[in-house]
């Protein structure tokens, strides 16, 4: 079984943190909360305790780790080079949920970059984190704490839920705030690329940059990837996943009808729905998960793994949710979903409704 330690999530107890950072050090894996998500963590430039989250999570070589460090003065451990462009947002959007692709330093392991030349990191903001990379004075690879492909963790609950058994401690500091993982940006090409929508949005890096582009591109299966969390079926609970999209009113009258359809054909349907979207299915025979308010997508955000997990273990066949446009968090909200849907995304008009 895996060690479990409860840490207060603002100061956490300077004991189980250094029994985390020795395992750490010894090569061993420590599940951690971030501000984003729950990560598992391993020395980054250990090849050997790297292999080691890849085999806990059933991940595929190809797909690569983001290293956490405890601020930049640690990056010429881990890079070859930082553009001024990095510096500037390196000033404005660290510690936080911000992922920058930067040239991998020859220190790195290419198990961590999955044989890539460039190397994703970011300074998280979360005291739990904090004190872990300061504990263990080394750079953390940590990708979320779960099975690969599946639904990302926000609580140890969830972490345990995927790994019991697999890791050797996890450190229990309550919910995490964001929800969903960081922002991945690459600052290869000309011009800014986002590779994963996350925790800072496009209009925030804008705002900094100018001009920022979000990777369009699906990776073929198989090809080493620059960002994770980018195969085009992520973050996926067991049940089937389907995505609405269009205005509010004809998406919910459209997956009304389909849930009808479903139920009538012996399926067990689960909603995920905002708070505003309850009271438009009635006392329909399904399942339904709340994301909070939809004026509120910093709420939607931080219960949408939750919610997911909800109706999984309620052992739903399909699960049925709207998207919230791309605005602010709703672009990284609307990248997990479609990910999770593996495509499965319907386009409602007006005159289908």
């Not at 300061?134 to 639904?151: D, E, Y």
């Amino acid at each position: 079984m895996t060690l479990v330690l409860k840490v207060d999530p603002e100061r956490p107890d300077p004991e189980p943190i250094a029994r985390a950072a020795a395992v750490i050090r010894a090569g061993g894996l420590v599940a951690f909360p971030t501000e984003t998500v729950y990560g598992l963590g391993a020395n980054a430039l250990d090849p050997e305790a790297v292999a080691g989250i890849f085999r806990a999570k059933d991940r595929p070589a190809y797909d690569p780790l983001i290293v956490h460090l405890l601020d930049a003065t640690v990056l010429p451990d881990v890079v070859s080079q930082v553009p001024d462009v990095a510096l500037e947002l390196i000033a404005r959007f660290w510690p936080g949920p911000l992922t920058l692709v930067l040239p991998r330093g020859p220190q790195v392991p290419t198990q961590v970059t999955a044989g890539g030349d460039t190397v994703a990191v970011r300074v998280p903001s979360h005291p739990v984190a904090r004190a872990l990379l300061a504990a263990a004075q080394v750079p953390i690879a940590a990708p979320s704490a779960n099975r690969f492909g599946r639904v990302s963790p926000t609580c140890a609950e969830h972490v345990l839920a995927d790994l019991d058994g697999r890791i050797d401690l996890l450190l229990d500091g309550g919910s995490t705030q964001v929800g969903v993982e960081s922002t991945v940006l690459s600052l290869a090409g000309s011009i800014a690329t986002i590779l994963r929508p996350g925790g800072v949005s496009l209009e925030a890096l804008a705002e900094a940059l100018g001009e920022v582009q979000v990777a369009q591109e699906i990776p073929v299966e198989g090809e080493v990837l620059l960002s994770p969390g980018t195969t085009s079926k992520h973050y996926a609970p067991h049940a089937i996943v389907v995505l609405y999209r269009g205005g509010r009113e004809a998406v919910l009258e459209r997956m009304r009808q389909d849930a009808v359809q479903r139920v009538d054909h012996g399926d067990t349907v689960g909603l995920l729905l905002v708070d505003e979207d309850l009271s438009a299915f009635g006392a329909l025979p399904v399942r339904r998960a709340s994301l909070g308010t939809v004026s509120t997508m910093e709420e939607v955000a931080q219960q949408l793994y939750a919610a997911l997990r909800t109706l999984d273990q309620a052992d739903v066949s399909v699960i049925m949710v709207r998207d919230f446009g791309p605005e602010g968090l709703g672009l990284a909200i609307r990248d997990r979903l479609t990910r999770a849907a593996a495509g499965r995304v319907i386009v409602v008009t007006e005159d289908a409704a």
